[in-house]
């Protein structure tokens, strides 16, 4: 069975800190996909980068830069220079690309990320 | 860009009634999902829908159903309504694979 586990529930940072969300999980299957959400107050789900298994580079997009080691199963997301729009809970989730037609996501907890102007 | 789009966005429904949630996805999308998000919890997997056949079930009660149509809506209905119903539900859908799941805005349903 696959799990993901964010064990930062609620994470508080004055703004134009650094912060680094961990994301921990565990899979039997190879092939998978790693992803980071967004769901700010509003309530929406927003897709902020989708990584393959077979790929660690790490990834930086902006202010959102992302750590994937799979020697540790272990996919961190780090904002730099946090603003108060960053305020939201963010989840990782992973899903099973081999099972054609039966990619259901199984996401992590989340983590609350409180920026305080 | 066109995106999920789910309607109702907020529903309020009394014990024992019945609700049917819609789901239009993305043109050319051909897979749908149905997550049902809990106050303060993660996204649960309901059900998947692939060129309007069931692809996959999570814990969806026996009291809710769910189909997709030839014009690849789907819809979620959802009988004798429980306080435990009451959560956001996510549609979203996704293109050919490899590929991402792209989310709606949810439909909030409150049951009293």
């Known amino acids: 069975a696959q799990k993901v586990t964010q064990a930062q529930t609620e994470i508080s940072v004055v703004e134009k800190e650094d912060v680094t969300l961990d994301c921990v999980y565990e899979?039997?299957?190879?092939?998978?996909?790693l992803f980071w959400y967004k769901q700010p107050p509003s309530g929406e789900l927003v897709f902020l980068i989708r990584?393959?298994?077979?790929?660690?580079q790490n990834e930086i997009s902006g202010r959102y830069s992302w750590n994937f080691q799979k020697s540790t199963s272990s996919f961190n997301f780090t904002i730099t220079a946090s603003q108060v729009v960053d305020s939201a809970v963010y989840f990782c989730?992973?899903?099973?690309?081999?099972?054609?037609?039966?990619?259901?996501?199984?996401f992590g907890t989340g983590t609350r990320l409180t920026i305080i102007p | 860009a066109a995106g999920v789009i789910q309607s109702p966005r907020h529903l309020i429904k009394e014990k024992r009634e019945t609700a049917t949630l819609k789901c239009y996805p993305i043109?050319?999308?051909?897979?749908v999902y149905w997550y049902q998000q809990g106050p303060g919890q993660d996204p649960q997997f309901l059900i998947s829908?692939?060129?309007?056949?069931?692809?996959d079930k999570g814990s969806i009660p026996d009291r809710f159903s769910a189909q997709q149509f030839s014009d690849y809506h789907s819809e979620l209905n959802m009988s004798s309504l429980e306080l435990g119903d009451s959560a956001l539900y996510f549609c979203?859908?996704?293109?050919?694979?490899?590929?991402?799941?792209?989310f709606g805005p949810g439909t909030r349903l409150t049951v009293l």
């Open positions: 989730a992973l899903s099973d690309p081999t099972n054609f037609g039966n990619e259901k996501l199984t």
């Open positions: 899979t039997r299957d190879t092939t998978y996909y």
């Open positions: 990584r393959n298994s077979f790929d660690e």
């Open positions: 829908f692939y060129e309007k056949m069931q692809s």
């Open positions: 043109p050319r999308h051909d897979t």
């Open positions: 979203a859908s996704r293109p050919p694979p490899p590929s991402t799941q792209y």
